[in-house]
């Protein structure tokens, strides 16, 4: 699921590809959005990690679930 989150702080964006469920993560977000004083950790499909204080994050948008692309490498 591709995930994009906006900090109240800055101008830029954290956008991730993270293998959890919809509705787990919408749990965690509601959870993060409600508590001020926590952080909220994510870890996407590589490993990476990204931990954000509540307080700072503006707005998170849930995208659609990571697909598999078929394609040709023509070319290049």
């Known amino acids: 699921m591709d995930i994009k989150i906006g900090f109240t702080d800055n101008a830029r964006e954290i956008a991730l590809n993270v293998d959890e469920d919809r509705e787990s993560l919408l749990a965690r977000i509601t959870?993060?959005?409600n508590?001020?004083?926590g952080v909220f950790e994510l870890t996407d499909a590589k490993g990476t990690s990204i931990v954000?204080?509540?307080s700072k994050i503006a707005w998170i948008q849930l995208g659609s679930?990571?697909?598999?692309?078929?394609?040709?490498?023509?070319?290049?």
């Open 31 to 33: 959870a993060a959005v």
């Open 35 to 37: 508590d001020d004083e």
């Open 52 to 54: 954000a204080k509540n």
């Open 65 to 76: 679930a990571a697909q598999g692309r078929v394609g040709f490498n023509i070319g290049g």
